[in-house]
């Protein structure tokens, strides 16, 4: 059974920053890829950003200019770095990564609140 580690949400005041990582065993050596998503309260799971198996991110357009993918080989561990926070990122956000022929795993979601 795989464990995904999942971490770095907190509360921070609109304009702040956070990091959010996401570990998975094995997802360099599995050459896997990772989508980050989030679900507000009331709301719709909205796609954040991905880094795909070739190593190219790319993210949301809500969030484009804000937020960054990237990942750290040697720590099978991807990121998202979130600046210029906003109310409207309160959320949970939740990494998946798909990883072909040895399957999708997912972390446990870590709350995000920006406060104005």
């Known amino acids: 059974q795989v464990q995904v580690a999942e971490s770095g949400g907190g509360s921070v005041q609109a304009g702040g920053s956070l990091r959010l990582s996401c570990t998975v065993p094995g997802f360099t050596s599995k050459n896997c890829g990772m989508n980050w998503y989030r679900q507000a309260a009331d709301k719709e799971r909205e796609w954040v950003g991905q880094?795909?198996?070739?190593?190219?991110?790319r993210v949301a357009d809500s969030v484009k200019g804000r937020f960054t993918v990237s990942k750290d080989r040697a720590k099978d561990t991807v990121y998202l770095q979130m600046d210029s926070l906003k109310p409207d990122d309160t959320a949970t956000y939740s990494c998946?990564?798909?990883?072909?022929?040895?399957?999708?795993?997912w972390g446990q979601g870590t709350q995000v609140t920006v406060s104005s």
């Open positions: 998946g990564a798909y990883c072909v022929g040895w399957g999708n795993y």
């Open positions: 880094v795909r198996r070739d190593g190219s991110t």
